[in-house]
């Protein structure tokens, strides 16, 4: 399989006509942020601010994302943000399934390029795509699966916290949970290096 690099992967994005959604979107939005980022966040589509500067997260979601990136003190900088569907589907619906189906090359090459240790999905729709079509977000969030190399969980979807604040501590703990996995994923690194080139 041919992997391209991150920015020809995002001329194709920016230039993708494979499906209808290309017809209603300003501009699509690639996965941006740090490329050695030992996390990704995904979520189901662009929004409308996402679809007029074509950047991921923007607007009133993406002011409650960096809240709770703050919170465990990191940035858009140590992380990696996309979408399974890269162009903003009609009035923020849901992104139907086929149209899941037909952007996914482009998220499972960012997956490649990335090789996170753990996937975030932010929100149900994304959820229900990688973890399981069964999903329950409600009762599962916060929760890990391991996965092909990989440590899958959900989170809410800054979005359902807009619409209901209550929420914002329970997403608060999810990120505590993810920044603790990342710290036990580094140190399990750590133990295996000294095994490996101490012999004593």
């Not at 074509?54 to 990136?69: A, E, Q």
């Not at 990191?74 to 162009?87: A, G, L, Q, S």
């Not at 619906?93 to 998220?107: A, G, V």
Request: hydrophobic share 35%; glycine share 6%.
């Amino acid at each position: 399989m041919m992997l391209y690099t991150y920015e020809e992967l995002k001329d194709f994005v920016d230039h993708c006509t494979r499906c209808a959604l290309s017809e209603t979107r300003n501009k699509a939005v690639m996965g941006r942020g740090s490329l050695r980022s030992p996390v990704i966040f995904i979520a189901e589509g662009p929004g409308r601010s996402e679809d007029q500067d074509g950047i991921p997260f923007t607007g009133r979601s993406g002011r409650v994302f960096d809240r709770l990136l703050s919170g465990i003190g990191m940035k858009r900088e140590d992380i990696y943000i996309t979408n399974i569907v890269k162009c903003r589907p009609p009035n923020n619906r849901d992104p139907h399934p086929q149209e899941q189906e037909t952007c996914m090359p482009y998220l499972k090459y960012e997956t490649l390029l990335l090789r996170p240790k753990i996937i975030v999905c932010l929100g149900r729709i994304a959820a229900q795509r990688i973890i399981r079509p069964d999903y329950r977000i409600t009762r599962e969030h916060g929760a890990f699966i391991f996965r092909k190399n990989t440590w899958l969980t959900s989170v809410y979807h800054p979005s359902a916290i807009l619409r209901d604040e209550t929420k914002f501590p329970e997403a608060q703990a999810d990120f505590f949970a993810i920044k603790e996995k990342l710290k036990e994923l580094a140190a399990s690194e750590n133990d295996c290096a000294h095994t490996r080139y101490n012999p004593t």
